[in-house]
């Protein structure tokens, strides 16, 4: 028997495909449904383009009159860059609407699907309301606290290091690891690494998938802009290279740095950037999601800043040793157990040969 979370799961599943292409926009799906058909399907694709019920409404055209929609987040009921998404429902004369979860943005928050009932809509909320809310959980944190979601994305041999006690590091995790990560890429805004760590392994920080990708800023934190000249992030013109920094940095690298394209923005006095700034910055230039590649010592400062909202490990059944080998978190360090930053809503997943563990920090 089919049921609204037959449908709703659809809807969900337009909406996943995006994540990664609406920039600070929630990814939305929506299926119009009527008499036992589908008669139009839609996502919202792109930051300023139409709204996911806009594109689904005007897949159904006439047949949306009567007809019942399923959108995986409250409809809008504001004019932003596009009119409010309740209003054109009601217009197109739809009878029912089920949606997901409500809208967190303080402009909706509740008043979309209010402005739908006061139509005499009726409305039905929560249908897998979990999973709905979960997609956006960078959306979520980014419109009421505007500032960026933070992934801390690492791989660690069984010993927890990140780095033989050479240096060489390729590579810890597994192939299907690695594709993961180019997944998470592709769906964050901005990429973040320490000036170390483009020194020690001069990467590319590129999305690469099978299909195209989205390519994300890259942001390196560099307080002395110590970053090699003719290093990858440099020289690669795929996307944007912007280096944090102090107003301790040499005008002429500055300078240097800016003819080849790269962008300096100076982030607090010194002698370290001053991360909370960093991010504040971020907020203004509409980046709300970042994934943090490393290393061991802007890791372990953003957590002890308390910017990190995300823990993404994976773990290589390996053993490298060497007590000078790098660790994933270089932290300042707790005397007792109990004081040590503690990762909520725990999961645990294979893969490859390879352990993934998620979680999130719990920010006192
Ligand atoms: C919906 N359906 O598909 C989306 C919604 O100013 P805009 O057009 O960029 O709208 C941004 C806000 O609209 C966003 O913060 C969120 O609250 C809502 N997004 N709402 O009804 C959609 N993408
Ligand atoms: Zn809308």
């Not at 589908?38 to 019920?53: K, T």
């Not at 860059?81 to 509740?110: F, Y």
């Not at 890429?185 to 590319?204: E, F, K, S, Y």
Request: proline fraction near 4%; aromatic fraction near 4%; glycine fraction near 10%.
């Amino acid at each position: 028997m089919l049921n609204d979370e037959y449908y709703m799961r659809l809807a969900l599943q337009l909406a996943e495909k995006t994540l990664g292409q609406t920039g600070i926009n929630p990814v939305v799906g929506c299926v119009i449904v009527k008499e036992g058909r589908i008669v139009g399907l839609g996502s919202h694709l792109q930051r300023g383009s139409h709204h996911a019920e806009v594109n689904a409404l005007l897949m159904a055209g006439k047949e949306a009159e009567g007809g019942t929609a399923y959108v995986t987040l409250e409809p809008c009921s504001y004019f932003g860059r596009t009119p409010p998404c309740a209003d054109r429902l009601v217009a197109e004369k739809i009878s029912r609407v089920v949606v997901a979860c409500t809208d967190p943005n303080p402009q909706v928050a509740g008043n979309g699907i209010e402005k739908l009932r006061g139509h005499g809509i009726r409305v039905d909320v929560g249908v897998l309301e979990q999973e709905a809310r979960e997609l956006n959980e960078m959306f979520n944190k980014f419109i009421v606290s505007r500032l960026p979601f933070v992934t801390l994305k690492s791989a660690t041999t069984l010993d927890g290091k990140i780095a033989a006690k050479s240096g060489d590091s390729k590579w810890i995790s597994g192939e299907a690891s690695r594709a993961q990560v180019h997944m998470l890429r592709h769906r964050h805004q901005a990429i973040m690494v320490g000036v170390d760590t483009v020194i020690a392994d001069d990467p590319l920080l590129t999305a690469r998938l099978e299909v195209a990708a989205i390519q994300p800023v890259r942001l390196v934190v560099d307080s002395k802009l110590r970053i090699p000249l003719d290093s990858r992030v440099v020289k690669d013109q795929e996307t944007k290279t912007i280096v944090l920094t102090t107003n301790q940095a040499s005008i002429e690298q500055m300078l240097r740095l800016n003819a080849l394209g790269v962008e300096v923005i100076k982030c607090g006095e010194g002698p370290r950037v001053d991360l909370r700034k960093a991010m504040a910055i971020m907020t203004e230039r509409e980046i709300g999601s970042i994934l943090l590649e490393g290393g061991s010592r802007l890791n372990g400062a953003m957590l002890e800043a308390g910017l990190v909202d995300k823990i993404v490990l994976f773990l290589a059944p390996k053993i490298v040793g060497g007590a000078d080998a790098p660790g994933a978190f270089a932290l300042q360090g707790f005397d007792l157990m109990s004081d040590a930053i503690a990762l909520e809503r725990v999961n645990v997943e294979r893969v490859g040969n390879d352990c993934c563990i998620t979680g999130y920090p719990r920010l006192e």
